[in-house]
Nanobody, 123 residues
Framework: QVQLVESGGGLVQAGDSLRLSCAAS????????MGWFRQFPGKEREFVAA????????DYADSVKGRFTISRDNAKNTVYLQANSLKPEDTAAYYC????????????????WGQGTQVTVSS
């Protein structure tokens, strides 16, 4: 089992930045990929960004490309999502996910999920 705990969400103004963190524990050696998803009220979760646990290969949704950066610190078993130039439409619950196999864009590809952290961007 892998446990994931997100932190770093909050209320910010448009144009501000936030750094979300996702701390992994448990069988972290089994992780192949980490991802960030977000969920708007009444909507399905959508892919935001992903990174391979070991090699650092990254993928981004077009909606956040150039504004968000995913990174990882293997020594701390932590993945980060640096969110810059935030917009009101970025307001959502953000979830961290871990996969033990190949995964990128679809939430069904991930095996473990955190509890989520709320990001609210005011205009």
């Amino acid at each position: 089992q892998v446990q994931l705990v997100e932190s770093g969400g909050g209320l910010v103004q448009a144009g501000d930045s936030l750094r979300l963190s996702c701390a992994a524990s448990g069988r972290t050696f089994s992780i192949y990929k980490m991802g960030w998803f977000r969920q708007f009220p009444g909507k399905e979760r959508e892919f935001v960004a992903a990174i391979t646990w070991s090699g650092g290969t990254t993928d981004y949704a077009d909606s956040v490309k150039g504004r968000f950066t995913i990174s990882r610190d293997n020594a701390k078993n932590t993945v980060y999502l640096q969110a810059n130039s935030l917009k009101p439409e970025d307001t959502a619950a953000y979830y961290c996910a871990a996969s033990t196999g190949w995964a990128t864009y679809y939430d069904r590809q991930y095996d473990y999920w955190g509890q989520g952290t709320q990001v609210t961007v005011s205009s």
